[in-house]
């Protein structure tokens, strides 16, 4: 009795988790055009480096939502599919949802070194950018890659080419949550010690200036919106699937959904030059110029 009631309770927080996932993927698809269609056709914003990272994060974060939908209807359909499907399937999303998280180090580090060393910030900028989204690929694809090879030596060939209607991940081995415990603490790391120097460099400048004052509510706002990634994204790996602790994954689901949705405002419309540009395009209503100029307060200038 309890099997199955577990088994119905995981498969409604599937389909949550599949819709949640399909709104998310429609809402970002929405901004990720507008904003990286705007930012490649504009020769200024092209440029910029931060404007480079951040259509990355973008398109990043939109296939993250579409294999993300794709995942969860599966497991919540339960459709008989190949282990080995469902580990490909989920292993492609870990790597994206890696992607997503590593370009929030890469647009932390680039203000960092925009803020802390001007004079070098765009020659070095401008030449390190492409490597180091070759370089992200390649930490986002080594950990779950490796987990995939080695569940599959692990269990043998017959169970990664058995029918399963859970579709079960390699996510609950201990390896690959180790490995992934390790690899979110590493970008903290990264991501804490960035914005430390900039918030002792916007101290060194002055406490009562209005740009100082915007520096330390854009950090402000930037930590809230990387913890609510990390933390559920470490709730998730803590959880690992387990069926007493639904309620506790459905609500740690939900707020990182809904955070991961609001990147496109948070780092992106929040600029008022991107903003502005933005509400150019024909199809652009001021609505959406109203409710981010009335939410946040113009940030451009410390993000210079």
Known sequence: MNTTNDSSSSQILQTVKASFYLLDFLICSVFTILITQTVWKDSVLKKEVRYFFL??????????????????YLRASQVNAPVLVCWLIFAVQIIIGRAVLLTLV?????????????????????????????????????????????????????????????????????????????????????????????????KRAGHFTKSNHQARRTILIHGLQVALHIIPTLMNIWIGGKPHYIIFDLTNFII??????????????????????????PF?????????????????????
Request: proline share 3%; glycine share 6%.
């Open 106 to 202: 890469l647009m932390a580090l680039n203000t960092c070194i925009a803020v802390c060393w001007p004079l070098k910030y765009l020659s070095f900028a401008h030449t390190v950018k492409y490597k180091l989204i070759v370089c992200l690929w390649i930490i986002a694809f080594l950990g779950p890659t490796v987990s995939v090879v080695y569940e599959g030596i692990l269990r043998g060939h017959q169970y990664i080419v058995q029918l399963d209607p859970t579709c079960p991940t390699t996510l609950s081995s201990t390896l690959s949550r180790i490995a992934g415990v390790a690899f979110i603490i590493i970008l903290v790391i990264l991501i804490i010690g960035s914005y430390i120097i900039m918030f002792r460099e916007g």
């Open 256 to 281: 990182f959904s809904l955070a991961q949705c609001l990147s496109p405002v948070i780092y992106g419309l929040r600029c008022t030059e991107l903003r502005h540009k933005v509400m150019k395009r």
């Open 55 to 72: 259509c990355h994060h973008l398109m990043y974060l939109t296939f993250f939502f579409c294999l993300g939908t794709v995942f969860s």
């Open 284 to 304: 652009c209503c001021g609505t959406l110029d109203r409710y981010c100029s009335g939410s946040f307060e113009n940030e451009h200038n410390t993000q210079n």
